[in-house]
Nanobody, 124 residues
């Protein structure tokens, strides 16, 4: 079982930045893919970004490319999401997730482990 705890959310003005962090514990993650997903009010959950723990391959949703950067720190067992140039439509609860399924990094169904989420609110 993988435990995930997100932090770093908050209220920010449009154009601002935040750094979301996910502390990971419970298992060796060498074969895992780590993802950040988000759920905006009244909308379905969607993928933002993902990274393979072993090789560092990264994947991004089109809506965040060029603005979000995902990274992992193997020494600290954290997965981070740097979010820049935030827009009001980025307002959502952001979730960290872990998957041991290969080949579907931006598909929520492939993730069995989820954190509680951190709220990001972007004011215009």
């Amino acid at each position: 079982q993988v435990q995930l705890v997100e932090s770093g959310g908050g209220l920010v003005q449009a154009g601002g930045s935040l750094r979301l962090s996910c502390a990971v514990s419970g298992r060796t993650l060498s074969s895992y893919t780590m993802g950040w997903f988000r759920r905006a009010p009244g909308k379905e959950r969607e993928a933002a970004a993902a990274i393979s723990w072993s090789g560092g391959n990264t994947y991004y949703a089109d809506s965040v490319k060029g603005r979000f950067t995902i990274s992992r720190d193997s020494a600290k067992n954290t997965v981070n999401l740097q979010v820049n140039n935030l827009k009001p439509e980025d307002t959502a609860v952001y979730y960290c997730a872990a998957s041991d399924i290969q080949g579907a990094p931006l598909k929520g169904w492939s993730y069995a482990n989820w954190g509680q989420g951190t709220q990001v609110t972007v004011s215009s």
